[in-house]
């Protein structure tokens, strides 16, 4: 694709530009850059929360790049919730997605049905056509749709039918059969009493080092498991295997930063485990709890801002041959 070609934007009416990975040419694109696009939720929800601000403060982004609000829990629920359901799991199910926010912190139980509920839902969907390839969606739809992100809009599409049974399965059937399945795993992961039930109990994060390849090397050299919220659609990014019993994290931010440019001075940073990738140095892991709660530590770019924040001054240069 010629560079002049690539998508581009130069001062867009809606006075901001932002990207999400998602798909940045329409449609009908001759010849798309890529055919491996994220999901629109992310960008949306970045565009909506810019949309409400007339100035946005670092704050601001500090807030927005913390938000654990799913998009695509917001489209799907009405739908799934307009049906009715009697078993009782089932019901339980609904009651708790009814009461929940969309929202996707470590201590919400109704992210923990919806996202269990995925899972559940997508295996009963696509388990019996795929069999022993279902794993390989999974991977396909990593970052990407999947196939509930349409399906909806398709009542008689012939995946809602499971192909082992001698009668017909409607959307409802396959929907009340996946939230119970969602509460029973649940209880199991999380244990009978509901108020146990936390999406961080089911998604954690481990930060690894590189040099952890054994098991004694990763005792000494990771940091973690921890709870952690969000989850692949929200802008706080924090993408798992929907094939593992526990939703452990996989993918998420390496770093995060935000820079106003009319002062650089007021730079903010923060990256998981810390500065030095020494084991043992004092920062070798002081950033994860700011990482892991939303806080960060100046970046100053001004020399004078730099000296007046330094702790230590690291000097390299050639080697001094008198001191061998």
């Known amino acids: 694709m010629e560079y002049d070609s690539l998508p581009s934007s130069i001062d867009p009416e809606e006075g ?22 994220c999901a629109p939720y992310r960008y ?12 946005p403060s670092l704050e601001d982004f500090q807030r927005m790049q913390m938000d654990y609000h799913s998009l695509q829990a917001e489209r799907l629920l009405p739908c799934i919730l307009a049906f009715s359901y009697s078993d009782p799991d089932a019901r339980t199910a609904v009651d708790i997605l009814s009461g929940w926010d969309c929202n996707c912190p470590a201590n919400s139980a109704g992210a923990s049905v919806f996202q269990v509920f995925l899972s559940e839902w997508t295996t009963l969907l696509l388990g019996d056509e795929l069999g022993a390839h279902l794993d390989d969606y999974y991977l396909a739809s990593f970052l990407g749709y999947a196939v509930q992100d349409v399906i909806l809009d398709n009542l008689d599409e012939p995946l809602w039918d499971r192909r082992e049974t001698p009668h017909r399965e409607s959307a409802a059937d396959i929907l009340e059969a996946a939230l ?19 999406w961080g109990r089911l998604h954690r994060i481990t930060h690894h080092h590189a040099g952890a390849t054994g098991w004694f090397s990763r005792l000494l050299l990771d940091r973690g498991p921890y709870p952690i919220g969000g989850e692949t659609n929200t802008v706080n990014a924090a993408v798992f295997n929907r094939t593992d019993e ?12 935000i820079m106003p440019l009319g002062d650089f001075d007021r730079t903010v940073v923060v990256g998981p485990m810390g500065q030095s990738g020494q084991p043992g140095h004092p920062h070798y892991d002081d950033m994860n709890t700011l990482w892991n709660e939303g806080g960060y530590i100046p970046f100053p770019f001004s020399r004078q801002r730099i000296e007046e924040r330094a702790v ?11 001191s061998r």
Do not use: M
Request: proline share 7%; charged share 20%.
């Open 16 to 37: 901001r530009l932002a990207t999400a990975n998602h798909c940045t040419v329409p449609a009908d694109t001759a010849e798309p850059p890529t055919y491996s696009w």
């Open 44 to 55: 949306e929800r970045i565009a909506q929360l810019l949309s409400e601000l007339d100035h």
């Open 180 to 198: 119970a399945a969602s509460v029973k795993r649940l209880r199991r992961s999380c244990g009978a009493n509901i108020d146990d039930w936390c």
């Open 246 to 257: 526990h939703f452990d994290v996989l993918v998420y931010p390496s770093a995060r930063i």
């Open 312 to 322: 230590a001054t690291l000097i390299l240069g050639p080697e001094d041959s008198t």
